[in-house]
């Protein structure tokens, strides 16, 4: 059984020491990033077009299994004042039907302003329309999951921090 297989019966248990997967979910198109085995770094991985949430949720726990990820992180799109819209609500229903269907800790992550970022820098980058449509959401997801990464590394402290 690999670390994002179905769920056997007594729940999900995570790995830190584990690549962790960053997923910047969208009804069109879902951006992938995924982290250093260290945890420390988040690195882009792909952009994937889909057709329905089943497929977002199967190309999702595909990519799970073939970088061996530990744990997912999707991000979730607040409104600036914290409430929840309608896409938060998708992603809530996505997060949920994702962690029923692997066998790792699927968690949320703050996305405000992901998005909006990626893109400015882009444009500041004269980077084309068409090619920004391509790099944006494996981009978000990279934004998204390295500030995951850095809030454990704050909260926690570095996981080699005490190997010295």
């Known amino acids: 059984m690999t670390s994002c297989d179905p769920p056997a019966a007594g729940g999900h248990p995570g790995n830190l020491n584990m690549p962790v997967l960053g997923i910047d979910y969208g009804e069109k198109r879902v951006g992938f990033a995924v982290s250093d085995p260290s945890g420390t770094m988040a690195l882009t ?9 089943a497929d977002a949720l199967q190309q999702a726990a595909d990519i799970c299994r073939e970088v061996g990820a530990g744990r ?80 454990i590394v704050t909260a926690e402290g570095h996981p080699d921090d005490d190997a010295e």
């Open 45 to 53: 991985l792909r952009t994937v077009e889909v057709r329905s949430q």
């Open 72 to 151: 997912i992180v999707v991000g979730l799109p607040l409104n600036m004042n914290g409430s929840r819209g309608p896409m938060a609500e998708k992603v809530e229903l996505f997060v949920s039907r994702l962690a029923a269907s692997v066998a790792v800790p699927v968690v949320t992550s703050d996305e405000r302003l992901s998005t909006s970022t990626v893109e400015r820098s882009l444009i500041e980058a004269d980077v084309s329309r068409a090619r920004r449509k391509h790099l944006r959401d494996k981009l978000a997801a990279q934004v998204i999951l390295q500030g995951y990464l850095d809030g």
